[in-house]
């Protein structure tokens, strides 16, 4: 594998013949690097496989304690992992499920399990996200149904407490100007009334319905409304027009008395990889104070 760290114009260069439609797209700053893997080098026919594959070759070592996101990428990551696990090449490795089908996916997998406590030493974590702001690298978590026991709180602790953190998407979710739905946790008692608020906090732009327990409902949820395993009521707060930061989205809802909680996290330093039609495109949010004076970005690219 080469590594070049680049200057910005080797970067564009690279990017136009690469990757066209990303080369002016991403946008690079000081704490962001960015790596563009080749289809080449990785030996699964879908690209998000390849890049469920590539997260658990890269990231997950021999005796680490590993969070296991739910998702569609996610479960291929699980039972990759479980299979390296069982070839040898990895050893050691314990899961820290964040949902009941992860755990059922990694329990099929054979890889041996614990559950999160607080304070729980987590050394790497991958997950899904619904989508992940462009430049910000903040995610969206919990916009599917949730299964079973799934817990958005508890999802949101585990990868906060990760030493490393990976999202695997694919490239439609990572943009800018996002729109969609926001879940938010609400306690269930005065529901109506944190709803009202919210609907008042983002008038015009978004819309406040309550989820479902089951099937379709109205905007109040209709008479089986989603109750979590904390007791909350889940709120889907539906952008209809793009959201300029998801960062003041998150900062207005910790204001509302009776929120509990969202699907927004933003936890650096934090990697996504992301399958697009031309590879992998690997990009790194690196915590504000790391590397001060590192160049704007590293390409890596793969030898065929
Ligand atoms: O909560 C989530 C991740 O923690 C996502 O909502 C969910 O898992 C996405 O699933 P998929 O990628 O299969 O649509």
Redesign the pocket.
Known sequence: MASVASSSSFFSALTRSHIPQWGNRIKTTKSNFLRILTRSCLDDSSSLSQAAQYTVNTYVKSGMVVGL??????GIAIRHLGQQLRTGALKDVVGIP?SVTSASEAAKAGIPLDSYQEGSQIDFAF????VIEEGSFIAV????KLHGEES?LE?KSILNAASKLVFIIEENQYKGGLEGSIPVLVQSLNWLETAEEIDDMFLGDAEVWRRPSIGQAGPLGGDFPLVTKEGHNLLDVIFTSPIESLAKVAENLDTVKGVSGH?IISKFPCTVVIASQNGLIVVDKLAEKEEPNSPSYKMEKCKE
């Open positions: 996101g739910s998702g569609q990428a996610a964040m997950d899904d996200a619904d978590i919990g916009r599917r958005i999802k699907g």
